[in-house]
T-cell receptor
Framework: DTEVTQTPKHLVMGMTNKKSLKCEQH?????MYWYKQKAKKPPELMFV???????INESVPSRFSPECPNSSLLNLHLHALQPEDSALYLC????????????FGPGTRLLVL | GENVEQHPSTLSVQEGDSAVIKCTYS??????FPWYKQELGKRPQLIID?????GEKKDQRIAVTLNKTAKHFSLHITETQPEDSAVYFC??????????FGDGTTLTVKP
């Protein structure tokens, strides 16, 4: 299995809602990543997990809360988002940090109303 | 932090011609340089990558070169086909797993 899966594919939420994005991989990768991509822009790194520990937080607002419950699963909890948070949220994984191929999931397209 | 500049932002070529996209990076700690192709509404797809201990890598019609001293790397696509049309991103990554992407190049291959 060489795939990263993400659910849901699409999500519409109000500014007072709480929702979660889910990412899963069964490749035995120990590094997992969250990226945010706005239209016509490159992916921007948000968080990096290595061996289930948060290793990088790119000064992301606290309304985004990552969680890595086990080596296969990565969640992104969303609360009190703003309309400007609407974007494609991409999860990725790699065998380890550094010079390793990253595999991207298909993304969750989020719309905040 | 790392800054990756990518040029050109748009590139239009005739089918069969070559396309070259160039990137420069600033952080000497970056040691892994992937190139991604992203079609509209799809995920970024790795097409080729190069590590800092290698100067050149080729995979069929696609090649990448890296000049560590000058901190720049380039993507070369030969014999372009209409299905090569997409947005291409370069990226630079450190051992800590921090990736910085260029702003992207929209490649259009005209039949």
């Amino acid at each position: 299995d060489t795939e990263v899966t993400q659910t849901p594919k699409h999500l519409v939420m109000g500014m007072t809602n709480k929702k979660s994005l889910k990412c899963e991989q069964h490749m035995g990768h120990r590094a997992m990543y969250w990226y945010k991509q706005k239209a016509k822009k490159p992916p921007e790194l948000m968080f990096v997990y290595s061996y289930e520990k948060l290793s990088i937080n790119e000064s992301v607002p606290s309304r985004f809360s990552p969680e890595c419950p086990n080596s296969s699963l990565l969640n992104l909890h969303l609360h009190a988002l703003q309309p400007e948070d609407s974007a494609l949220y991409l999860c990725a994984s790699s065998h380890s940090l550094g010079g390793e191929t990253q595999y991207f999931g298909p993304g969750t397209r989020l719309l905040v109303l | 932090g790392e800054n990756v500049e990518q040029h050109p932002s748009t590139l239009s070529v005739q089918e069969g011609d070559s396309a070259v996209i160039k990137c420069t990076y600033s952080d000497s700690a970056s040691n892994y340089f992937p190139w991604y192709k992203q079609e509209l509404g799809k995920r970024p797809q790795l097409i080729i990558d190069i590590r800092s201990n290698v100067g050149e890598k080729k995979d069929q019609r696609i090649a990448v070169t890296l000049n560590k001293t000058a901190k720049h790397f380039s993507l070369h696509i030969t014999e372009t086909q209409p299905e090569d049309s997409a947005v291409y991103f370069c990226a630079a990554r450190t051992n800590a797993g921090k990736s910085t992407f260029g702003d992207g190049t929209t490649l259009t291959v005209k039949p």
